[in-house]
């Protein structure tokens, strides 16, 4: 698959480890999406806020946001995962229980700072600009997490955590009858009712008591609302994208993600390269004359820049192995090169954007080494 033909689905979400430049290579891909006619939106969770910079926006917020591009329709926002999960209360409850829940401090901290929600709300986000049909493209950058497989898994322990927590289960018996017992508790969970007054105060039972019998009667609707979402996610209109950087730890996990996505059915697109360091190779007869040539003038000052070049065309191949140990060339969309500067304004992205047309996915070859690479992994 090229670039051309990723851009021909209606979502494209792409996934990755921290720190591999995902914020960057998503909005570039909405701005090569844009140059058409499609009205193009691209959603990300940033917390340097550098999309907003880079697009000439001073603040991005939960809807979207036009960006001042002479012939490109596009737009930009910055998920929030509190709005978002008080949006979706608000859908479900009723007025006297969305106050209440809303009000409520276990709610307040599982809403914005509890992990995992973050990629949850991206996931109940994009449900919903789907549902609106108002864009043609959608480019989805996922919250930045250790592990790209976060951002699939984030449904099942959204749940997990909303009906089957061992919290929960501590205070079953009380929160359904809208009261709680601490002296009954501390009959035999004394430390941890302690621990969790010294960590979060005397009335946290209360309020995760409130919030559970509060939130017990929305609890269907989350859950078929979620099936949706899974619904979509399956869909041939989604293509999924693994951004990796040249490094053992990135590489290793976008292998792995294309793995599960594949054993789930998912549309996997391929992967894009990010911050590859790139020069041809010496030939062996060139790398010779070079080190030759650098022993008996040492003190030449040629010297200095020829180390220097090749100390870069070691590190260029090095990657070069790293890459072919962990992924199929074949599958490789694009590989996008170290930038001098950081992408901070729209001529970055541009340059981003153009380099996605003239970079090359590189030769094909063989999946052996990589599966069972992936398999060890996994």
Known sequence: MTIAELLEHRIIVCCGSGGVGKTSVSAALALRAAGRSTKVVVATIDPARRLATAMGIETLRNEPRRVKLEGANLWAMMLDSKSTFDALISRY????????????????????????????????????????????????????????????????????????????????????????????????????????????????????????????????????????????????????????????????EAAAFQSTLEGRGMNFAGFILNRVHGLEAFTQPQRKRLDDWRRSHPDHPAAGVLSNYADYQDLAEAEGRLIDRWIDRGRVLTVLPVLEEDIHDMHGLRRLAECMDAASGGRKRGRRGGTERKKEYS
Not at 181 to 210: C, I, K, M, W
Not at 213 to 237: C, I, P, T, W
């Open 93 to 252: 409850a009723t007025p006297e229980t969305r106050d209440e829940i809303l009000a409520n401090r276990f709610y307040q901290a599982i809403s914005s700072r509890i992990a995992g929600t973050e990629n949850y709300m991206a996931m109940e986000k994009l449900y919903e600009l789907d549902g609106r049909k108002e864009f043609g493209t959608i480019v989805l950058d996922t919250p930045p997490t250790r592990h790209a497989l976060d951002f699939l898994d984030s449904p099942a322990r959204m749940q997990n955590m909303l009906q089957g927590s061992i919290l929960k289960w501590l205070v079953k018996p009380y929160f359904e009858a809208g009261r709680i017992s601490l002296g009954f508790l501390r009959r035999g969970t004394d430390r941890l009712v302690s621990f969790l007054d010294h960590v979060f105060g005397l009335q946290f039972l209360h309020d995760l008591s409130d919030f559970f019998r509060a939130f017990n009667s929305m609890y269907d609707g989350f859950r078929e609302r979620s099936g949706k979402v899974q619904q979509l996610l399956l869909s041939h209109d989604v293509a999924f994208v693994a951004v990796a950087a040249p490094t053992e730890i990135s590489l290793a």
